[in-house]
């Protein structure tokens, strides 16, 4: 039989905007030493803006910015909707061959023009040469915790969207609630190491796994369970789902896919990570209790 403490607990965990899936699920909470967060979405707004465009000649600002909202079009990724909102109102030209490079960026033909849009690892797995002027402008606009998004036509880099996704204003306080109850705090993310790490030192997490391919994020979590963590995984992407399965528990934010929110045994129905700190303290709290 469930103790009643804990259908209490779970019952209590409602009125701070918690949905506890069930008993078990609190249990779980309660014995928990490391909370990985994704990071776009979770840790940030999710709302990423163009905040500068870098050209190359010969091709302008507004070349540049035609043809990568074109090709962001076809795509649901945040950082396509930045682009796509930056060009917004303008008559986008048509895409041939759109294809979306999962986990990199996106692909098409623009007026003629191969088009290859993404990070600076799909530029050279394209044999798009990446000059050591541009990998510095890339690597500085990162270290400010900016993620630069690449366009390259005919196989030359033409374009440096730099593209900015701040924290959400609570996110600093609620980490720093969670690291005061001692938990080990990890970002986990498909974006480039150093935009990572320069995000974690704002939010004061103590630990980076990124340039995480989609795919490659539940096992991110298995490994960290193979070393002796018991790991709570909290995002709210589609791509999130199979992380938010593997993990002790799975922390779905609300307003986030409805996949995530299946597959979590824990809601939060605010947007904001103090709901996690609240619901990792009440879970404690309720298995003291029993004890
Ligand atoms: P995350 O959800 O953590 O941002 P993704 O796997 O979705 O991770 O994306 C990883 C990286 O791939 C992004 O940071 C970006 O550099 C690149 N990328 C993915 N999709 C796009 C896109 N539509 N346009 C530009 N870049 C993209
Ligand atoms: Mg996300």
Request: hydrophobic share 45%; proline share 4%.
């Amino acid at each position: 039989a469930t103790p009643m403490s804990i259908i209490s607990g779970v019952g209590r965990a409602a009125e701070f905007g918690v949905l506890v899936r069930d008993a078990d699920a609190l249990q779980q909470a309660s014995t928990l030493d490391t909370l990985v967060f994704d990071k776009t979405g979770t840790l940030t707004e999710g709302q990423p803006r163009v905040v500068e465009i870098i050209t190359f000649d010969p091709v302008n600002e507004q070349q540049a910015l035609r043809w990568a909202a074109a090709l962001e079009q076809g795509a649901s990724h945040p950082l396509a909707r930045a682009i796509v909102e930056h060009a917004n109102g303008q008559i986008l030209p048509q895409v041939e061959q759109f294809r979306t490079l999962r986990g990199s960026g996106v692909s098409g033909e623009v007026e003629g023009v191969p088009l290859l849009l993404g990070n600076a690892k799909l530029l050279q797995e394209n044999r798009v040469t990446v000059s050591h002027e541009l990998d510095a402008l890339v690597q500085q606009q990162a270290e400010r915790g900016i993620t630069p998004v690449l366009l390259a036509a005919n196989g030359e880099p033409v374009a440096l969207f730099a593209i900015r996704d701040p924290l959400r204003s609570d996110s600093v306080s609620a980490l720093q609630r969670l690291h005061r109850q001692g938990y080990q705090l990890v970002m986990l993310t498909g974006d480039n190491p150093i935009t990572a790490n320069a995000i974690a030192k704002e939010a004061g997490i103590d630990r980076v796994i990124a340039g995480v391919l989609p795919d490659g994020k539940a096992e991110a979590i298995k490994q960290l369970q193979a070393q002796g963590h018991r790991v709570a995984m909290v995002g709210d992407g589609i791509n999130d789902a199979p992380a938010l399965a593997q993990a002790d528990v799975g922390i779905a934010m609300g307003s986030g896919s409805d996949i995530a929110i299946e597959t979590a045994a824990i809601t939060l129905m605010r947007h904001s990570l103090n709901g996690v700190a609240d619901a990792l303290a009440l879970s404690k709290a309720t298995l003291r209790n029993m004890k």
